[in-house]
């Protein structure tokens, strides 16, 4: 008798579901590296940090995760999951400013209808943190950074549940956040090497 491996029992459509992150065109500015995914939220996962770079400048960081329960999750109201997060630098002055967070949000929601990508039980937040030096410190001035934690569930049995436009949409929501303006529509990106599998 064989014996069975990992492999043997990861599902069909998760293994699909992941083919298809890994396939899907990012914006070019994302360079995207494979990364240990988390083993208590979900029997299966995948993860992927990304990094938005511009003349060799570092202008915002994420990672984007796939979950996947077969068994179902109420909380989800699904079998998959998709989680993000994105951070990136921003202008002292923009902190103050009382929409952020709200422009924040919407810098996903966009990125998600923009790719045609099903969705539902989306949440999340937007946290825009200003920070003053003072005494001795005073010399580094004002910074600011804004960060976006959200996760929905990906309509996988809809028009638009393909996973890899999930993760455009997120390396869209990475260059928003990094300040970058959009694509011209019509516009389609060259795909950047990737780092190991």
Partial sequence: MAVRNEIDRTPAQFTQAV???RQAVLRPEVVVDEMPAPQRIAP???AMSGDVIVDDDELA????ILLHDPAGNDAWNGTFRCVTFA???????MAADPVLSSVGWSWLTEALDAYGSA????????????????GEMEADGSSAQIEVR???????DRPGGDTGGHAAAWSNLLCAIAGLPPLA????????????R
């Fill in 19 to 21: 083919a298809e992150i």
């Fill in 185 to 196: 529509p019509g516009v389609i990106p060259l795909q950047r090497r990737r780092g190991p």
């Fill in 61 to 64: 960081t994420g990672r984007f």
């Fill in 150 to 156: 959200a996760s929905w569930t990906p309509g996988m």
């Fill in 119 to 134: 969705y539902s039980a989306a949440s999340g937040s937007v946290t825009v943190v200003r920070s003053d030096g003072f």
């Fill in 44 to 46: 299966h996962a995948f």
């Fill in 87 to 93: 951070r990136a630098e921003i202008d002292a002055d």
